[in-house]
């Protein structure tokens, strides 16, 4: 009975959240849309607080733990970029809110955020996995085996490309695919490859 209160909670507080961000909701918005009184929501999770860092630390964890995985992987460097692409886009065409949710509250409530982040178990595994593929780019660059970039900038055109199509989706849907649902699923679903292809070719020697 517990673990299904929590779970009606949870569920809920996921929802609100990801609509309407940790400031826009209230713990009467959960208790109401879980439909338990508010004693009882203090009783398993005291503050809003607490259900914000169980909700925010289950979205990170999955947004990262792939990208983790693809980080990691004992591939090459090119095998690698669109393992970290793929990681993105399919974990976003999952859960669509998920980038925009995150992006958001980094931007308007980056204290709290960062101090979840800060204690993710595998946030030093994913720094270490981070530096070693950084080293990975400026070592291929130095050998002329790729074009020189600093590896940040790649990383960041990497993420951008893969994440805007989610974060700006209400505008892209409306705006350039109107009533055409399926158009923007199959630009979706053409998305990886086509992110890895711009990628590769702007560091293809």
């Not at 929590?6 to 208790?31: C, H, P, Q």
């Not at 695919?177 to 979706?188: L, W």
Request: proline letters at 2%; charged letters at 30%; aromatic letters at 14%.
């Amino acid at each position: 009975m517990k673990k299904e209160v929590e779970k009606k909670i949870i569920n809920a507080a996921r929802e609100l959240f990801y609509e309407k961000g940790f400031t826009g909701t209230t713990v009467r918005d959960i208790s109401g849309k879980a439909e338990v009184n508010l004693a009882l929501l203090h009783y398993y999770f005291r503050t809003k607080d607490k259900i914000f860092e169980i909700v925010f630390s289950e979205a990170f964890s999955l947004l990262f733990k792939r990208l983790n995985k693809a980080l990691s992987s004992d591939v090459d460097i090119f095998e690698k970029i669109k393992l970290i692409i793929s990681s993105y886009i399919s974990t976003c065409a999952k859960y669509p809110q998920l980038a925009s949710f995150i992006m958001h509250e980094l931007s308007v409530n980056s204290e709290f955020v960062w101090t979840i982040i800060t204690s993710y178990k595998e946030k030093q595994d994913i720094n270490n996995n981070y530096a070693f593929f950084f080293e990975e780019i400026k070592k291929l660059g130095k050998e002329k085996k790729i074009q020189e970039i600093d590896p940040k900038v790649l990383f960041i055109d990497i993420m951008s490309l893969s994440l805007f199509p989610f974060m700006a989706n209400e505008f892209i849907s409306n705006f350039l695919y109107p009533k055409k649902k399926t158009e923007f699923n199959k630009m979706i679903k053409d998305r990886t490859e086509h992110v890895y292809n711009l990628i590769i070719n702007s560091i293809t020697i």
